[in-house]
């Protein structure tokens, strides 16, 4: 059975899971730019958790490597119009 | 003893000759250094996020070493004064990761795959990439 939170007025919703915890073989790496790429927005801001579902944990680590892939130029620091 | 990675940008336009030299140079230093290269790899020219010294393309190499926190403040040195190299960054890798995990032409996405059927504990292995201290260098666009 799929857990269900919310409230009953305002409809039900599926949690959203951390990715990283879900499958352990994913390992979070700046040279794995195009999987980072799902972490940060259009204008290449890092994404919070609320928004992704990511752990604690592995937000963090997510982070740093997005930091380092910035540095890198593999992901941009903005884009601007 | 340490292993550390190190991925740099060279500029794209620089010939083979330079190139080697350039290589030879980070090779002595390495060596100088009671270091050791484990394994380099040409990741080919890429385009850049963004521009690095007007340029929009750069030409990626990434490099596994095992040796000294001496060797590696030598190393920077070296690649801050060298005017080829536009851009790079040092991590000092994860304690559980093993030389052999670095190795040349060993899929590093085989081995987890392997172990994971012989025993479940050693999945956490897949995470080795994960790096516990860095120095990173030139953080502005």
Redesign the interface.
Known sequence: MQRRHGNPRRGYYKRKTCRFCED??I?????NSGMLRDFITERGKILPRRITGTCSRHQR?LA?EIK?A?????????VHD | MDLYEI?F?QNPDLGEEDHEKLFTRFRNTVSKNRGEIINTQDQGIRS???K?QKRSR?R?F?VHLEGPGSMISELERLMRLDENIM?F?T?KLDSHVTREDLMPKAAPEAA??VE?EAAPEA??A?????AVE?T????G?
């Open positions: 352990k073989n390992s979070i790496d700046y040279k680590q740093v380092r910035r540095i890198m130029a593999l992901l941009p620091f903005s | 991925m940008i850049l996020a963004f690095i750069g990626y990434l851009r960054v991590i987890p795959a994971t999945a956490p897949a995470e080795a990439q994960e860095t990173e260098e030139q953080g666009e």
